[in-house]
C-alpha cells in the first residue's frame, strides 16, 4: 500500500523533498536526485563553459541555459542590486590628451571623446563593494566596483569594471553561482567562508583573484585611493574600420593605499561609511580626486606565444610586453545633490558603447552585455534610461514606447505621432548614415561547450605572490589561514592545493598557519556575544 503521507521517493528508495511545493519523482535516463536541470527540466552536462564559435567564443544568442540562468539571477532582489549594492557615486570631467602614449589616438581609435587634446567630456562614477548589502560596513573584505559613465557627444560609454584587474571566472555561466557563494546562507541569512571556499574548491581560475582578495588590496583605504581596471578585454576600432584588443586601467593620482584587516577593524568599529564619508568630504573641501585612464593595447587573436588567452580576465597582461600608455585624466568635483536619484539610481552596462570602441569574444564581457542591462531594467524599469542620471546629454529619437514610469515619448520635434515604427515614408526617425566602415572580424568554428586551451591557472597567482612585499604576504596568509579554518577539511585540502600549485613557499605557509589557527581554536573556548555580554536584572 502507498503512504501518500510520506516524502516522494526516487527510483533507488532515496526520499525527495520539496519545498513549498509537490515534488516530482520522474527522472530521465541516467538522471538521479542530485542532476542539475535547467528550470525547464532538461539536464545540463555542461555548467562550466557557455555555448561558444570555438572555445575562444564568441556566444551565441541560442544559449538558453545560461539566458534562463542568467536573468533569474538578475532578478533575484528587490528593489536593491543584486550586486554592487553599495556604493558611492560623483560628477566630474574627463580630459583627453588627444594621444595614446606618444602616439596619435585615431590610429587605434576612431572614439570621438579621445580625438583632441584638451577635449572634456561629463561623467559619473559610482564605487561599490561587490557581494554585501546596501547598508553594510565599507571595510569589509570585497572587490570595489569602479563605474565610469561618459556621456558623449555620440551618446553614452559605461566603463564598468573593478579595482582589481582580474576576476574569479573566465565563463559567465558561473556567475550566479559564483555570487551565491558570496551571499549570506540561505538557510542561515549569514556569509560563510565554507560556502565561499567550496566554490572556489571546485573553481581553480579563481586562485589569483584570490591570492589578491586576501591580501591587503582586498581592503582599500577608500575609493579615492583605490586603482580602477575594466577587467575585461574590449576594442578600439579606427576609421578603417580594424580593430585590436585593448585593456582599460584606472591609477589614482593620489596615490594607493590598503588597509590590514586589523586596520580595518579598528575603522569599522566606528565608522562603517568611511569610503563614501571619505569621497564626499574631500569633494566638498576642494580636494579633487583625479585617475589618470591607461591602455594596453593588442594585436588581435589568439597570441600563441602567451602561455594565457588574451581573452581569459583571469589573467593580467604583463606590462614589460603590453605597456600602460595614458589617454587621459578624469577630475571628480561634484558630490550628488540626491543620492537615491544620481548614486542609487544609476545604471551602467558593458554593452554601452560608442562607435570606435567594440566587443571582444571574452566571455565574462560577452555574459556581463546581457546581464548588466537586463538587471537594470528589471531593478529599476523598462525605461532607465529616461532618469537624468542615466540619459544621454544629446539628441534621442527611438521607437520603444510606453512600459511602466514612461514619463517622456522619444519623439522629435514635428513627427508624425502616429508612426512608431522604421521604415516609414509617412514620419519617424531615420537610419544615421555610415560614416566609416564596421569592424567585421572574422569568426568560424563549431558550436561547443569547451574551456579555453591555455587555462594555466596558477601561474600568475603564483607571480603575484611573489611580487607582493613581505608584509603583504604576511597579511595574505594570516586572511587566507583564518578563513580556511571555519572549512571542511576536504575545501582546506583542495585550496592547498592550489597554493602550492602557484608557489610552494605560498602552500606550505597557508597550511602551517591553518594548522597554528586550528590547533588554537581547539584549545580556546569559543567566546560567543552571550558569553561576553552582562547580564541585567528586568526593569
Known amino acids: 500500500m502507498t503512504d501518500h503521507h510520506n516524502a516522494d521517493q526516487d527510483p533507488t528508495g532515496t526520499a525527495v523533498q520539496g519545498v513549498g511545493n509537490a515534488t516530482d519523482t520522474r527522472r530521465a535516463e541516467g538522471e538521479d536526485a542530485q542532476t542539475l536541470t535547467t528550470r525547464q527540466g532538461h539536464p545540463v552536462t555542461n555548467n562550466q563553459n557557455s555555448r561558444t564559435v570555438g572555445s575562444r567564443g564568441p556566444m551565441t544568442l541560442e544559449?538558453?541555459?545560461?539566458?534562463?540562468?542568467?536573468?533569474?539571477?538578475?532578478?533575484?532582489?528587490?528593489?536593491?542590486?543584486?550586486?554592487?549594492?553599495?556604493?558611492?557615486?560623483?560628477?566630474?570631467?574627463?580630459?583627453?590628451?588627444?594621444?595614446?602614449?606618444?602616439?596619435?589616438?585615431?590610429?587605434?581609435?576612431?572614439?570621438?571623446?579621445?580625438?583632441?587634446?584638451?577635449?572634456?567630456?561629463?561623467?559619473?562614477?559610482?564605487?561599490?563593494?561587490?557581494?554585501?548589502?546596501?547598508?553594510?560596513?565599507?571595510?569589509?573584505?570585497?572587490?570595489?566596483?569602479?563605474?565610469?559613465?561618459?556621456?558623449?557627444?555620440?551618446?553614452?560609454?559605461?566603463?564598468?569594471?573593478?579595482?582589481?584587474?582580474?576576476?574569479?571566472?573566465?565563463?559567465?555561466?558561473?556567475?550566479?553561482?559564483?555570487?551565491?557563494?558570496?551571499?549570506?546562507?540561505?538557510?542561515?541569512?549569514?556569509?560563510?567562508?565554507?560556502?565561499?571556499?567550496?566554490?572556489?574548491?571546485g573553481t581553480p581560475e579563481a586562485t589569483h583573484m584570490i591570492t589578491l582578495l586576501y591580501s591587503p588590496w582586498g581592503i582599500p583605504a577608500s575609493y579615492r585611493f583605490m586603482q580602477g581596471s575594466g577587467v575585461n578585454t574590449y576594442k578600439w576600432v579606427n576609421g578603417q574600420g580594424e580593430g585590436v584588443l585593448v585593456k582599460y586601467h584606472w591609477e589614482p593620482v593620489q596615490g594607493i593605499r590598503n588597509l590590514l584587516?586589523?586596520?580595518?577593524?579598528?575603522?569599522?568599529?566606528?565608522?562603517?561609511?568611511?569610503?563614501?564619508?571619505?569621497?564626499?568630504?574631500?569633494?566638498?573641501?576642494?580636494?579633487?580626486?583625479?585617475?589618470?585612464?591607461?591602455?594596453?593595447?593588442?594585436?588581435?587573436?589568439?597570441?600563441?606565444?602567451?602561455?594565457?588567452?588574451?581573452?581569459?580576465?583571469?589573467?593580467?597582461?604583463?606590462?614589460?610586453?603590453?605597456?600602460?600608455?595614458?589617454?587621459?585624466?578624469?577630475?571628480?568635483?561634484?558630490?550628488?545633490?540626491?543620492?537615491?536619484?544620481?548614486?542609487?539610481?544609476?545604471?551602467?552596462?558593458?554593452?554601452?558603447?560608442?562607435?570606435?570602441?567594440?566587443?571582444?569574444?571574452?566571455?565574462?564581457?560577452?555574459?556581463?552585455?546581457?546581464?548588466?542591462?537586463?538587471?537594470?531594467?528589471?531593478?529599476?524599469?523598462?525605461?532607465?534610461?529616461?532618469?537624468?542620471?542615466?540619459?544621454?546629454?544629446?539628441?534621442?529619437?527611438?521607437?520603444?514606447?510606453?512600459?511602466?514610469?514612461?514619463?517622456?515619448?522619444d519623439t522629435f520635434s514635428g513627427q508624425d505621432a502616429r508612426v512608431n515604427y522604421e521604415p516609414s515614408v509617412l514620419s519617424g526617425p531615420q537610419e544615421a548614415p555610415r560614416r566609416a566602415p564596421d569592424h567585421t572580424p572574422h569568426v568560424e568554428g563549431h558550436l561547443v561547450r569547451a574551456s579555453i586551451e591555455r587555462t594555466n591557472d596558477f601561474g600568475q597567482a603564483g607571480d603575484q605572490y611573489r611580487r607582493f612585499e613581505e608584509w603583504e604576504r604576511d597579511e595574505l596568509v594570516a586572511n587566507l589561514a583564518g578563513a580556511l579554518s571555519e572549512c571542511d577539511p576536504r575545501i582546506q585540502t583542495k585550496m592547498l592545493g592550489y597554493f602550492r600549485a602557484a608557489d610552494a613557499d605560498y602552500g606550505r605557509r597557508v597550511e602551517e598557519a591553518l594548522k597554528q589557527k586550528t590547533d588554537g581554536q581547539s584549545s580556546q573556548p569559543t567566546q560567543t556575544p552571550a558569553t561576553l555580554g552582562h547580564e541585567a536584572k528586568s526593569y
Open 63 to 201: 544559449n538558453y541555459q545560461f539566458i534562463e540562468k542568467i536573468s533569474h539571477f538578475d532578478r533575484e532582489r528587490i528593489p536593491e542590486r543584486v550586486v554592487h549594492a553599495r556604493g558611492a557615486g560623483a560628477h566630474g570631467v574627463f580630459e583627453t590628451y588627444g594621444s595614446v602614449g606618444d602616439e596619435p589616438v585615431e590610429k587605434y581609435t576612431r572614439a570621438k571623446l579621445f580625438q583632441g587634446k584638451g577635449k572634456q567630456t561629463p561623467v559619473f562614477v559610482r564605487f561599490s563593494t561587490v557581494g554585501h548589502g546596501t547598508h553594510s560596513p565599507e571595510t569589509l573584505r570585497d572587490p570595489r566596483g569602479f563605474a565610469v559613465k561618459f556621456y558623449t557627444e555620440d551618446g553614452n560609454w559605461d566603463l564598468v569594471g573593478n579595482n582589481l584587474k582580474v576576476f574569479f571566472i573566465r565563463d559567465a555561466l558561473k556567475f550566479p553561482d559564483l555570487i551565491h557563494s558570496q551571499k549570506p546562507s540561505p538557510t542561515t541569512n549569514i556569509q560563510s567562508a565554507e560556502r565561499i571556499f567550496d566554490f572556489f574548491a
Open 261 to 409: 584587516q586589523a586596520e580595518a577593524d579598528q575603522v569599522q568599529a566606528t565608522n562603517f561609511n568611511h569610503a563614501s564619508q571619505d569621497l564626499h568630504a574631500a569633494i566638498e573641501r576642494g580636494e579633487y580626486p583625479q585617475w589618470e585612464l591607461l591602455v594596453q593595447i593588442m594585436e588581435d587573436g589568439e597570441h600563441p606565444e602567451l602561455d594565457f588567452d588574451p581573452l581569459d580576465d583571469t589573467k593580467i597582461w604583463p606590462r614589460e610586453q603590453f605597456p600602460w600608455r595614458p589617454v587621459g585624466m578624469m577630475t571628480l568635483n561634484r558630490n550628488p545633490e540626491n543620492v537615491f536619484a544620481e548614486t542609487e539610481q544609476a545604471a551602467f552596462g558593458t554593452g554601452v558603447l560608442v562607435d570606435g570602441l567594440d566587443f571582444s569574444d571574452d566571455k565574462m564581457l560577452q555574459g556581463r552585455t546581457f546581464s548588466y542591462s537586463d538587471t537594470q531594467r528589471y531593478r529599476v524599469g523598462a525605461n532607465y534610461l529616461q532618469l537624468p542620471i542615466n540619459a544621454p546629454k544629446k539628441h534621442v529619437a527611438t521607437n520603444q514606447r510606453d512600459g511602466q514610469m514612461a514619463y517622456r515619448v
